[in-house]
C-alpha cells in the first residue's frame, strides 16, 4: 500500500511534458478602428494590424515585448509599488488609532453628555462677547472712513 502511494505521488510530481500552445491561447485580438489589436500574451508585445485576407494582413508594433530594457522599469514599479503598501499599513494604523481614541466621545452612553449645559453657557457668553468686540469694531472702522481726508 505505502509503495503505491510512492508511486503515484512520484507521478504527480514528475513534471507534464510541453504541450504545444496555440495562437488563440497566446495571443488575444481586439477589434479597432481600421483595424485590429494584436495582443502577445507570451512576450507582451501589442500590434496593430490593417488589411484582409485577399489583400493580406500587414502589422506594425505599437508596443514592443518586455526584454532587457523593460525589465528596470518593471522593478522600479515594484519597488514603488511595496513603498505604496507600506504607506497604505501606516494610514491604516494610524485611521485604527484615530478610531479608538475617537470611540468614547460616540459614546451612546446618555448619562455623561459631552457638552454640559454649562459649558453650553460659556459658549454662549464667548460668542456674545465676541459678537459684541466685533461690532465694536465695525463702527469704529465706519466712524474712520467717515472723516474728511483733509482734517
Keep these: 500500500m505505502l509503495a503505491r502511494v510512492c508511486i503515484v505521488a512520484a507521478m504527480l510530481a514528475a513534471p507534464l511534458p510541453a504541450v504545444a500552445e496555440t495562437d488563440e491561447a497566446r495571443f488575444h485580438i481586439q477589434d479597432v478602428r481600421g483595424g485590429f489589436m494584436r495582443l502577445d500574451r507570451t512576450t507582451g508585445a501589442v500590434e496593430l494590424c490593417r488589411g484582409d485576407a485577399n489583400e493580406g494582413v500587414e502589422c506594425e508594433t505599437v508596443v514592443t ?48 453628555p459631552l457638552i454640559t449645559s454649562t459649558t453650553r453657557r460659556d459658549i454662549d457668553r464667548a460668542l456674545e462677547v465676541t459678537d459684541t468686540a466685533l461690532r465694536t469694531f465695525r463702527d469704529l472702522f465706519k466712524g474712520l472712513q467717515d472723516i474728511p481726508s483733509g482734517q
Aim: net charge negative; aromatic share 0%; charged share 30%.
Design 65 to 112: 515585448a518586455v526584454g532587457e530594457g523593460a525589465a528596470g522599469t518593471i522593478a522600479e514599479l515594484r519597488a514603488e509599488n511595496e513603498a505604496l503598501r507600506a504607506e497604505l499599513a501606516v494610514l491604516k494604523a494610524t485611521l485604527a488609532r484615530i478610531a479608538e481614541l475617537a470611540a468614547p466621545m460616540a459614546s451612546d452612553d446618555e448619562s455623561e
